[in-house]
């Protein structure tokens, strides 16, 4: 099924590159492939990375889904909490993350300031779902104590699984519709096409 274009890529097309489509060359060359503050790969190599596996995946007929991570209440982190303070959620969420997807050839990325993506190699929709779910508890779980202060955190995660020849951005734009569906619905919740259907077998 088609989708817009995600509003990651349009947002990064635009800051570097101005209104003008980027070339593979320009892609290439435009900054670092790594997010300086949790190491992981960032927006672009993510593209880079992701748009070729998920076309091995689909050629040895293999399962695989994308997902966006996003952190909640992250306004509310930056206006309460120190620089500092809200590094260490971002870090600590990421590491979370990093140790799921670590292994294999599963992808995990820092999308923009809250949002992690990850590409699941392997896994279908229900086993997708049921990491990402794993993920949130997990998350949720974690006290982040810095100073005298002492809080948890939660996570909205939205999931697609790659079930056609689509572009990698339309299969990230699909996970970020579901994570919107995740944010109405109350926040620190997992949305995906196999959720939709237990909701609707009720």
């Known amino acids: 099924m088609p989708y817009l274009r995600s509003q990651h890529f349009r947002e990064t097309e635009r800051l570097t590159y101005g209104r003008a489509a980027p070339s593979p060359i320009q892609m290439e060359a435009a900054s670092p492939v790594a997010d300086p503050l949790t190491g992981l790969v960032n927006l672009k190599e993510f593209y880079r990375l992701g748009e070729p596996l998920v076309r091995e995946c689909l050629s040895e007929g293999i399962f695989c889904a994308v997902a966006i991570a996003d ?5 509310r982190l930056n206006a309460v909490h120190c620089e500092e303070t809200v590094a260490q959620v971002v870090k600590t969420t990421a590491a979370r993350l990093g140790s799921a997807c670590g292994g294999g050839r599963n992808l995990l990325a820092r999308l923009g300031e ?4 990850m590409l699941f190699v392997g896994l279908d929709a229900p086993a997708a779902t049921e990491l990402c779910e794993k993920l949130r508890h997990e998350i949720a779980g974690i006290r982040i104590v810095s100073g005298d202060i002492d809080f948890s955190i939660t ?3 939205g999931l697609a699984e790659v079930c056609g020849p689509e572009t990698f951005d ?12 995740a944010k109405s ?18």
């Open 114 to 117: 809250e949002e992690f993506g």
């Open 170 to 181: 339309n299969y990230l734009n699909a996970a970020e519709q579901f994570l919107f569906m």
């Open 185 to 202: 619905h109350g926040r620190n919740r997992v949305f995906s096409d196999y959720t939709i259907v237990l909701q609707a077998a009720g």
């Open 155 to 157: 996570v909205s995660i």
């Open 71 to 75: 952190i909640d209440h992250f306004r």
